[in-house]
């Protein structure tokens, strides 16, 4: 194995022509200079050198080693040059994996912030739910994983990751905007009982149903569609109410509905997670940092302290 130090001082034997102009060029003593090419020869295991009186001469090998040595100190100190500017944030990746409603919100506010302030930092979006995505992030995959979970659920096995809550996202319920109850400041999902319901996706789906089984019925599901515009669209044709995010409505939302809040609160909050190594990567806690920002503001901009969405 080639010592990039014992490299440096041949390379400059060779250009330099001596020992001694060698050590006055890398402020060494012409005596250590002389200690450790003899140490390179003995690791290389064949002579580098030849003497004709004063003059040094190269063996075949040297005029190898030669050949190469340009080449490997410069892509040596192009590596050093790009792992500092990674540490700087001059240059740097982070691979992000988020769900839907998350990559048009707050991960577009964070990417905005990030660009802003680093722009020689790459963001790669990969897009999947939980527990897909923790799975991926477990996997070695994405940097950070955005994921979300509702009050009811279990636990799910973070063993291992570095959680960052980042907020909490109040489910709703979408009426079309002639329907009886429109006027309603708020809807106990008890009230709701007699309505034909329009589903979402599978975790959201078993969340609701256990809400509504804890208000003593048991929904008439006529749609399920993991399409958020399709929802509100089959709502405004009359197909069904149904409950989302409200952080899908605050970028996405059908002019022909009505929002209002749900009674009891169903949340589901927005966790960013990373394995514990990664925090420690410049680009990724800053990554981190932009998301948690994204998400004060997104509270701030839909009101109150849990970023509840507001309504009209």
């Not at 804890?214 to 044709?237: E, K, R, Y």
């Not at 514990?276 to 998400?295: E, F, K, W």
Request: proline share 5%.
């Amino acid at each position: 194995m080639l010592d990039s130090r014992q490299l440096r001082m041949f390379h400059e034997v060779v250009r330099s022509g001596s020992y001694s102009a060698a050590a006055r060029s890398l402020g060494y003593t012409q005596p250590a200079i002389s200690q450790q090419m003899r140490a390179l020869e003995r690791s290389v295991g064949t002579p580098l050198f030849t003497r004709s009186g004063r003059n040094l001469r190269l063996t075949e090998a040297g005029e190898l080693l030669s050949r190469h040595a340009e080449t490997i100190l410069a892509d040596l100190s192009a590596a050093a040059e790009q792992v500092a500017a990674i540490k700087h944030l001059a240059l740097g990746r982070v691979r992000l994996c988020t769900f839907p409603s998350a990559s048009a919100t707050i991960v577009a506010a964070a990417v905005s912030r990030l660009r802003a302030s680093n722009p020689g930092v790459r963001v790669e979006l990969l897009e999947a739910e939980p527990p897909e995505s923790l799975a991926l992030l477990r996997g070695g995959d994405c940097d950070i994983a955005l994921a979300f979970s509702y009050d009811a659920e279990a636990g799910v096995d973070h063993e291992g990751m570095t959680a960052r809550p980042l907020l909490d996202d109040e489910m709703v319920v979408v009426l079309p905007a002639d329907h009886p109850l429109a006027r309603r400041r708020t809807l106990a999902l008890a009230e709701l009982a007699d309505e034909t319901w329009i589903a979402g996706c599978p975790r959201c789906r078993t969340t609701f149903v256990a809400a509504c089984a804890a208000a003593d019925f048991s929904p008439v599901i006529s749609f399920t569609t993991d399409d958020n515009l399709a929802m509100q669209s089959l709502v405004v044709a009359g197909s069904g109410i149904a409950v989302m995010p409200g952080l899908v409505l605050s970028f996405l939302r059908h002019p022909g509905v009505v929002v209002r809040p749900l009674r009891p609160v169903v949340r589901r909050a927005v966790t960013a997670y990373t394995l514990a190594d990664y925090q420690h990567i410049p680009a990724v806690g800053t990554m981190l940092g932009a998301l948690r920002a994204a998400s004060a503001e997104s509270k701030a901009q839909r009101g109150g302290p849990r970023g509840s969405a507001k309504h009209k």
